[in-house]
């Protein structure tokens, strides 16, 4: 469905492109100019100390906050100032530093809701297997197959707030899939998960890049779990990239530890 003849389109065009995108909240400069390329079917990382802006870009780019500057392009595309919903019809999905699924359904309905939304259209009688049309059966199977690959089978029937913390991280992914986003940004997957189901997620992250080709960017702090899974690491530091490369190339970088030194 994509516009032909675009200046900005095309087939080189990185996923995602942050130009020069500022934010400020009230006197504060919280992005302060990033540039950001992300390459399609490869996972990215972006770390960087806590308030350096790394949930706000990732706010920026997917529309929840207006930008004060700069522009974002989603496969060329410019989609700079379009709101959330907008944006997320266009193939991009966000997860949230503390899930966000609604605590009353159950981990298939939340799936199922996130299906629908994406299609501005309604599962809720999904569940309902006499009530099914095609479309509902397609969905309740792609809900299915979603919470499986996830590893969540087993917990379909779960309302999503009693999962575990972990779970209800899956359960975010699980969502991201069935939406069939092409870029995918999350913020800390793998926060407060046992490293055991840490790694799972992150297994799920690469196959999703390497077979399926989505491109990811990921925000995470733990990095002696998360580090081995990116193809390209980002380090910010008050609002801006200070730092790029494969891990070692950024670990190694003075700016880096300097920023998490405090200076
Ligand atoms: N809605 C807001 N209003 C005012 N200031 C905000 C708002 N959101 C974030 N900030 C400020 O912007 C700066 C960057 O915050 P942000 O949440 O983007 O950091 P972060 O890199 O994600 O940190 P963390 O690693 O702790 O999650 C911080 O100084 C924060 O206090
Ligand atoms: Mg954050």
């Given at each position: ?48 100390p ?42 991009l999905?966000?997860t ?62 779960t ?16 969502k ?6 092409r ?33 990811f ?11 081995g ?35």
């Amino acid at each position: 469905m994509g516009e032909t003849g675009t200046a900005t389109g095309g087939a080189g065009a990185p996923a995602l492109e942050a130009i020069g995108v500022r934010k400020l909240f009230g006197g504060l400069v919280v992005l302060d100019g990033v540039d950001m390329r992300l390459e399609a079917g490869r996972v990215h990382q972006l770390i960087g100390p806590n308030g350096s802006g790394k949930t706000t870009l990732i706010n920026v780019v997917s529309g929840a906050l207006r930008a004060d500057g700069g522009s974002v392009r989603l496969g060329g595309e410019e989609i700079t100032g379009m709101p959330m919903l907008e944006v997320s019809r266009r193939g991009l999905a966000r997860t949230f530093q503390i899930p966000q699924s609604f605590a009353m359904l159950t981990a298939r309905e939340n799936v199922l809701v996130a299906a629908g939304e994406n299609r501005g259209e309604s599962y809720r009688r999904a569940p309902l297997r006499r009530l099914w049309t095609g479309d509902e059966a397609r969905a309740m199977r792609m809900a299915a197959g979603a919470l499986s690959a996830s590893g969540l089978a087993g917990g379909a029937a779960t309302r999503s707030d009693s999962l575990s913390g972990g779970q209800r991280k899956l359960l975010e992914l699980a969502k991201a899939r069935v939406g069939g986003a092409r870029v995918i940004l999350m913020d800390e997957p793998i926060a407060g998960v046992n490293p055991t189901l840490a790694h799972r997620i992150f297994e799920d992250i690469r196959a999703m890049a390497s077979a399926g080709g989505a491109t990811f960017l990921i925000i995470e702090h733990r990095l002696d779990i998360s580090l081995g899974y990116a193809d390209r690491v980002f380090a910010m530091d008050r609002g801006r990239i200070v730092a790029e490369g494969t891990a070692g190339e950024v670990m190694a970088d003075r700016r880096v530890e300097e920023a998490y030194l405090g200076r």
